[in-house]
T-cell receptor
Framework: GAVVSQHPSRVICKSGTSVKIECRSLDFQATTMFWYRQFPKQSLMLMAT?????????EQGVEKDKFLINHASLTLSTLTVTSAHPEDSSFYIC?????????????FGDGTRLSIL | GNSVTQMEGPVTLSEEAFLTINCTYT??????LFWYVQYPGEGLQLLLKATKADDKGSNKGFEATYRKETTSFHLEKGSVQVSDSAVYFC?????????FGKGTMLLVSP
């Protein structure tokens, strides 16, 4: 149980392109979804938290106009990297949680490797 | 604020050796504690968790005990395998978010 599917797993595109990444909870309803960014050999950096039907809460330093997050249903959240540039190249990982309680674990997708040429 | 400190890696062991990866934390209130594992090129998988003091989480031969008196949640395994090679993250939850340690790479050789 508690499977999170993230798609695509890898994207290579030209500078200036917008890229959409999907995160789906396959066998549970995700009240809250999270988006992280991970640089090589480093820990995860939380970018934003999204709750179904409401605006995402972005962490300090994360541009909300650059990284658009939509959590339209209890099983789907999307991250769109708008007008991507080489510095946006990174490993993006989503996670989902079935409730609001802190003792409930987050379940992670397999990540998306984004490479901007 | 909340923080998690893990021992730096890489930790290099031979197969069947005993593993300890230290994790200590600073937090307000009573957080839940987690260990996640990340295999190369993949996302994170929940390995085990503990939600209150003295709880022991266990899975796949790994164990960790929530020690409030020492604010620790050390990960242990009695006999590691080559397939355990991965990066291990200690994390605590609070204010609806996870705070991660920097991760510890484990390399197990045959």
């Amino acid at each position: 149980g508690a499977v999170v599917s993230q798609h695509p797993s890898r994207v290579i595109c030209k500078s200036g392109t917008s890229v959409k990444i999907e995160c789906r909870s396959l066998d549970f309803q995700a009240t809250t979804m999270f988006w992280y960014r991970q640089f090589p050999k480093q820990s995860l950096m939380l970018m934003a938290t999204s709750n179904e039907g409401s605006k995402a809460t972005y962490e300090q330093g994360v541009e909300k106009d650059k990284f658009l997050i939509n959590h339209a249903s209890l099983t789907l959240s999307t991250l769109t990297v708008t007008s991507a540039h080489p510095e946006d190249s990174s490993f993006y990982i989503c996670s989902a949680r079935g409730g609001d309680r802190d003792n409930q674990p987050q379940h992670f997708g397999d990540g998306t490797r984004l490479s901007i040429l | 604020g909340n923080s998690v400190t893990q021992m730096e890696g890489p930790v290099t062991l031979s197969e069947e050796a005993f593993l300890t990866i230290n994790c200590t934390y600073t937090a307000t209130g009573y957080p839940s504690l987690f260990w996640y594992v990340q295999y190369p090129g993949e996302g994170l998988q929940l390995l085990l968790k503990a939600t209150k003091a003295d709880d022991k989480g266990s899975n796949k031969g790994f164990e960790a005990t929530y020690r409030k008196e020492t604010t620790s949640f050390h990960l242990e395994k009695g006999s590691v395998q080559v397939s355990d090679s991965a990066v291990y993250f200690c994390a605590l939850s609070g204010y609806s978010t996870l705070t991660f340690g920097k991760g510890t790479m484990l390399l197990v050789s045959p």
